[in-house]
Structures are given as C-alpha cells and as structure tokens.
C-alpha cells in the first residue's frame, strides 16, 4: 500500500513569491492534514480538509490556504512568502474524521530567501 | 495556551539503558494523546495512542507510555535503548469537540543513543 506522498521534496523561493505544496492521501484516507515543522518550534498545525471541506485551521494568517480535490489530494497554498515560512511541511491523512490515527508523509522543505 | 509540554529537547542514553521521554498535558476533558518518532529526513511515525481504554499503553519498538490523570503526564519508556532509537520524538493531544478538532504537538525531544 502506497503511503503518503508530498512534492515537491525541496524548494527555495524568493521572499514575496508564492509556493504550491502537493499532498496525496493513502487510498482510503479522506481526511488531510497540513503541519508546518520550523526549526525549534515542533509541528504547528495548519490545516485539515476533510472530504473536500476545510474543518479546522490552526492560527496562521490569511496567506495561507489551500484545498482538497474530489481525489482527496490537497493542495497547501502560501502568499507573499516571507523569510519565517522557511520550514519542513508536512501532510499527514487519515481515515473519515472518527479515526485517531495520523499517517504522515516525508515533508516538502522549502527554503526563502 | 501550551497542551503539551516535553521537559527537555535533548535526551542521551546509553545503549542498553532505560529510555524515559517526558511529556505533560493540559487539558479540561479527557484528552486522547500520542507518541510519533521521526527519523532523519522522513515524516512522523505513530508510536503509540492512549484513546482513553487502558493507561497503560504498548506501542510499537518496544516502547509503552502510561497515562496518569492526577499527574496530567503521558511518558513514553522503552527498557532498553537501542542504536536504532536514536531519533526525534513528539508528544501530541488531540483537541476539539468532533469534526473540529485538532492536533497540538509538543516541540520534541532528540534522543541520542551512546554506544
């Protein structure tokens, strides 16, 4: 069974740039979740998108968003890259919203510069 | 306000010793809390879950975590540490009413294995 899959790997931008971030889901899984992991500050969570709805966001601004398609992929959006949103992102999916369990992805690093 | 609390960033054991990774709770209801490993350059692992069943909890590894109320602590133990545990580990409690609710991790503790 194929896991989580994110792309790309890496990335650098530019300060002001903006960046898509790719997550496809384990076959099954209909819950996405984004995370964003910076050094020294563990995960902050960012965003769960469950069968095609935005359910919860964590508290970062308007700039970044994102969507899940009728696939269940997701998509992370972020605008108006600044220097800070250099992190590790991570998508995590999981089965409909009763499940407890997480199954998370390798992580996209993306470098501003 | 923090839900989760991992005393100490940085861990060194020596191979062959008990393995104790500390993480406090807070939280008003009955929280559901979990351990995940993360190994270099990969994402996070599920180690264990504590889905308010037994308090004592027996993960994948080796490893087990017990859930103690009245201490609000959920530490995760291994008997005897082995090279291959050397890694990043989190602490997370889920949050939030269903439908709604969210993940918040603790900032992780490196743990090293001395030979």
């Known amino acids: 069974e194929a896991g989580v899959t994110q792309s790309p790997t890496h990335l650098i931008k530019t300060r002001g740039q903006q960046v898509t971030l790719r997550c496809s889901p384990i076959?099954?899984?209909?819950?996405v979740y984004w995370y964003q992991q910076a050094l020294g500050l563990g995960l902050q969570f960012l965003l769960w998108y469950d069968e095609g709805e935005e359910r919860n966001r964590g508290n970062f601004p308007p700039r970044f968003s994102g969507r899940q398609f009728p696939n269940y992929s997701s998509e992370l959006n972020v605008n108006a890259l600044e220097l800070e949103d250099s992190a590790l992102y991570l998508c995590?999916?999981?089965?409909?919203?009763?499940?407890?369990?997480?199954?998370f992805g390798p992580g996209t690093r993306l470098t501003v510069t | 306000a923090q839900s989760v609390t991992q005393l100490g960033s940085h861990v060194s054991v020596s191979e062959g010793a008990l393995v104790l990774l500390r993480c406090n709770y807070s939280?008003?209801?009955?929280?559901?809390l979990f351990w995940y490993v993360q190994y270099p350059n990969q994402g996070l692992q599920l180690l264990l879950k504590y889905t308010s069943a037994a308090t004592l909890v027996k993960g994948i590894n080796g490893f087990e975590a017990e859930f103690k109320k009245s201490e609000t602590s959920f530490h995760l133990t291994k008997p005897s540490a082995h090279m291959s545990d050397a890694a990043e580990y989190f602490c997370a409690v889920r949050k939030g009413a269903s439908g709604t609710y969210k993940y918040i991790f603790g900032t992780g503790t490196r743990l090293k294995v001395l030979a």
């Open positions: 995590a999916s999981s089965l409909p919203r009763s499940s407890y369990e997480q199954y």
């Open positions: 939280s008003s209801v009955p929280p559901y």
């Open positions: 076959s099954g899984h209909t819950s």
